[in-house]
T-cell receptor, first 114, second 114 residues
């Protein structure tokens, strides 16, 4: 079965420190992977995606993600966290069974401490 | 700026009421989706539609129905609202021809059933 796992419910990091939000996936074939961010009482906003090409993908607000096929991971990273990065982050993978659906992880709450 | 618009940000309804949640997109997207979001459970797919007058059940369709009479509008209907349907509801759309670009989400409707 296709799935996405975000093993951490919450990640705390000090402002200025690097951050990592973890995501692993299980799909058949080559995955199409996404990260979204959600601020309080808002919808999800697109951050970045991996379809093909370079394993390091750069996205909005200074975020990047590293695709690792052997470890089936797509971890979100940022070199220097800001308090304003505090939000809920979702990893998603496209369903590869011929539908247009995306499968989401359960989300990781990032808290950046001043 | 392209967008997905959900008609209400906050809604309070009584148990047993019939509730309509409206979603409109201006991107000429074929695909539209309704999710509910609950803490610890992530996003769960309720219903989706790939075309006008077409609908398919997602993972948790019980207690819900949908209507898609026009391409731009996808309505979620709670036939008889119950307290366990208190949740954040998210509408999303995507293009069939650009399916690798992920979803565009609305801002969400926080529904409270009392």
């Amino acid at each position: 079965a296709q799935s996405v796992a975000q093993p951490e419910d919450q990640v705390n990091v000090a402002e200025g420190n690097p951050l990592t939000v973890k995501c692993t996936y299980s799909v058949s074939g080559n995955p199409y992977l996404f990260w979204y961010v959600q601020y309080p009482n808002r919808g999800l906003q697109f951050l970045l995606k991996y379809i093909t090409g370079d394993n390091l993908v750069k996205g909005s607000y200074g975020f990047e993600a590293e695709f690792n096929k052997s470890q089936t991971s797509f971890h979100l990273k940022k070199p220097s966290a800001l308090v304003s990065d505090s939000a809920l982050y979702f990893c998603a993978v496209r369903d590869m069974t011929g539908t247009y659906k995306y499968i989401f992880g359960t989300g990781t709450r990032l808290k950046v401490l001043a | 700026d392209v967008k997905v618009t959900q008609s209400s940000r906050y809604l309070v309804k009584r148990t047993g009421e019939k509730v309509f949640l409206e979603c409109v997109q201006d991107m000429d997207h074929e695909n539209m989706f309704w999710y509910r979001q609950d803490p610890g459970l992530g996003l769960r797919l309720i219903y989706f539609s790939y075309d006008v007058k077409m609908k398919e059940k997602g993972d948790i369709p019980e207690g819900y129905s949908v209507s898609r009479e026009k391409k731009e509008r996808f309505s979620l209907i709670l036939e008889s609202a119950s307290t366990n349907q208190t949740s954040m509801y998210l509408c999303a759309s995507s293009s069939k021809s650009a399916g690798n670009y992920g979803y565009t989400f609305g801002s969400g409707t926080r529904l409270t059933v009392v």
